[in-house]
C-alpha cells in the first residue's frame, strides 16, 4: 500500500531552531497518506541545533541532515542550497518547511488531491497565524491571481508549497546554473512561485489552512503587522529594493526582454508612473493593489528607482 502513496520530499531550513523545531518536525512525520523523506539544511547555529538533528537523523530513517557547518545567511540561501543539492529522483512532489511552524495531519494529503483534482503543477494555501499568547488570525492569500502578480509577491508563505516534480527538477536547472545570481533573490518562494507562472507552470491556490503558522520575534520572514513592520517595509519600499528584486527575478526566470518588464525597468520616472498606473495587474489583493501604486508613486518622488 506504501508504493502506491504520493511520495513526498520535504525541505527544512533550520537556524537555531531547537525551541521549536521538534514539534515542528514530529507534525511532519504525522502526514497522513503520504510517503515521505524530510531533508534539512541548517545555517551553521549556536544552540545545538546540529547535533540534535544529527541524532535524530540517526534513529529516524525518514530524516538526513545534510552536511553542517556552513553559514548561508538567511532561510533563502538555506532552500537553494536544498534545492542544489538534493536528489529528486524517485518523488512525486517537492514540498517546503519553515522550522518553528505546526503541520497539520492532512496538509500534505489536502495539497496532492487538489494538485490532481485542477491539473495542477503547484499547491500553497491560506495559513493560521498565531501567537504565544493564544491569538490567531487567519492569513488569506487565495485572492484571484493576476497576470504579473509573480514578479512583485510570492504565492503565499513558501511553507505552503508543495510542487510537482517537473517543476522542481526545472527550478532546480536554474539554481545549479545559476548559482551565484539566484543568491542574490531573498525570498526563495518567490522565486519559486515566479518560475512557474513566467514558465507556463499551473499554480492553485487553495483557500483552506493546513498548518499553523507560529509568530514570535524571531521570525525572518512573518505576518507583516505591527509598526515596526510597517517601518521596515516603508524602508525597503523607499530604497527600491522590492523592484530591483523584480527585475531581477525576471531576468532569471525568462522574461528578461519582455515588453512589461522593458516598459517599466530602467526608465525612472516615467517607468515608475507606468508601473503605478498598471497595479491592478501586480498584485493579488485591492489593499496590496492600493499600496503597491502608492510605493511607485513614493519612489517616483524620491527618485531612488525606476
Given at each position: 500500500m506504501m508504493a502506491n502513496l504520493p511520495k513526498v520530499a520535504v525541505f527544512l531550513s533550520a537556524y537555531n531552531g531547537m525551541l521549536y523545531l521538534t514539534e515542528q518536525i514530529e507534525s511532519i512525520l504525522r502526514q497522513k497518506c503520504v510517503c515521505l523523506h524530510v531533508f534539512i539544511s541548517v545555517d551553521k547555529s549556536t544552540d545545538g541545533t546540529e547535533d540534535c538533528l544529527a541524532k535524530w537523523a540517526l534513529c529516524e530513517p525518514r530524516l538526513t541532515l545534510l552536511p553542517f557547518g556552513l553559514s548561508f545567511g538567511g532561510a533563502g540561501k538555506n532552500f537553494y542550497r536544498l534545492f542544489r543539492d538534493v536528489s529528486l529522483i524517485g518523488f512525486d512532489y517537492i514540498s517546503l518547511a519553515d522550522q518553528d511552524d505546526i503541520w497539520l495531519p492532512d496538509k500534505l494529503t489536502r495539497a496532492h488531491q487538489i494538485l490532481e483534482k485542477t491539473a495542477s503543477d503547484a499547491y500553497s494555501s491560506n495559513v493560521m497565524a498565531f501567537w504565544p499568547g493564544g491569538r490567531k488570525l487567519l492569513i488569506e492569500k487565495s485572492q484571484k491571481q493576476v497576470k504579473w502578480d509573480f514578479l512583485f509577491e510570492a504565492a503565499g508563505p513558501g511553507c505552503t508549497y508543495v510542487v510537482r516534480n517537473e517543476l522542481a527538477c526545472a527550478i532546480q536547472d536554474?539554481?545549479?546554473?545559476?548559482?551565484?545570481?539566484?543568491?542574490?533573490?531573498?525570498?526563495?518562494?518567490?522565486?519559486?512561485?515566479?518560475?512557474?507562472?513566467?514558465?507556463?507552470?499551473?499554480?492553485?491556490?487553495?483557500?483552506?489552512?493546513?498548518?499553523?503558522?507560529?509568530?514570535?520575534?524571531?521570525?525572518?520572514?512573518?505576518?507583516?503587522?505591527?509598526?515596526?513592520?510597517?517601518?521596515?517595509?516603508?524602508?525597503?519600499?523607499?530604497?527600491?529594493?522590492?523592484?530591483?528584486?523584480?527585475?531581477?527575478?525576471?531576468?532569471?526566470?525568462?522574461?528578461?526582454?519582455?515588453?512589461?518588464?522593458?516598459?517599466?525597468?530602467?526608465?525612472?520616472?516615467?517607468?515608475?508612473?507606468?508601473?503605478?498606473?498598471?497595479?491592478?495587474q501586480c498584485r493579488r489583493r485591492l489593499r496590496d493593489k492600493i499600496i503597491f501604486a502608492l510605493s511607485c508613486l513614493a519612489l517616483c518622488i524620491t527618485g531612488r528607482r525606476g
Amino acid at each position: 500500500m506504501m508504493a502506491n502513496l504520493p511520495k513526498v520530499a520535504v525541505f527544512l531550513s533550520a537556524y537555531n531552531g531547537m525551541l521549536y523545531l521538534t514539534e515542528q518536525i514530529e507534525s511532519i512525520l504525522r502526514q497522513k497518506c503520504v510517503c515521505l523523506h524530510v531533508f534539512i539544511s541548517v545555517d551553521k547555529s549556536t544552540d545545538g541545533t546540529e547535533d540534535c538533528l544529527a541524532k535524530w537523523a540517526l534513529c529516524e530513517p525518514r530524516l538526513t541532515l545534510l552536511p553542517f557547518g556552513l553559514s548561508f545567511g538567511g532561510a533563502g540561501k538555506n532552500f537553494y542550497r536544498l534545492f542544489r543539492d538534493v536528489s529528486l529522483i524517485g518523488f512525486d512532489y517537492i514540498s517546503l518547511a519553515d522550522q518553528d511552524d505546526i503541520w497539520l495531519p492532512d496538509k500534505l494529503t489536502r495539497a496532492h488531491q487538489i494538485l490532481e483534482k485542477t491539473a495542477s503543477d503547484a499547491y500553497s494555501s491560506n495559513v493560521m497565524a498565531f501567537w504565544p499568547g493564544g491569538r490567531k488570525l487567519l492569513i488569506e492569500k487565495s485572492q484571484k491571481q493576476v497576470k504579473w502578480d509573480f514578479l512583485f509577491e510570492a504565492a503565499g508563505p513558501g511553507c505552503t508549497y508543495v510542487v510537482r516534480n517537473e517543476l522542481a527538477c526545472a527550478i532546480q536547472d536554474v539554481i545549479k546554473n545559476r548559482w551565484m545570481e539566484v543568491q542574490k533573490v531573498g525570498l526563495h518562494d518567490w522565486f519559486v512561485y515566479a518560475f512557474a507562472r513566467a514558465n507556463g507552470y499551473r499554480w492553485v491556490i487553495d483557500d483552506h489552512a493546513g498548518m499553523l503558522y507560529r509568530q514570535h520575534e524571531n521570525n525572518q520572514v512573518g505576518v507583516n503587522s505591527g509598526s515596526r513592520a510597517f517601518v521596515q517595509r516603508a524602508r525597503k519600499v523607499l530604497g527600491g529594493w522590492g523592484l530591483t528584486q523584480s527585475a531581477l527575478i525576471a531576468q532569471l526566470v525568462g522574461l528578461g526582454n519582455d515588453a512589461f518588464l522593458k516598459r517599466w525597468s530602467g526608465h525612472g520616472r516615467l517607468g515608475l508612473l507606468w508601473l503605478a498606473l498598471h497595479a491592478c495587474q501586480c498584485r493579488r489583493r485591492l489593499r496590496d493593489k492600493i499600496i503597491f501604486a502608492l510605493s511607485c508613486l513614493a519612489l517616483c518622488i524620491t527618485g531612488r528607482r525606476g
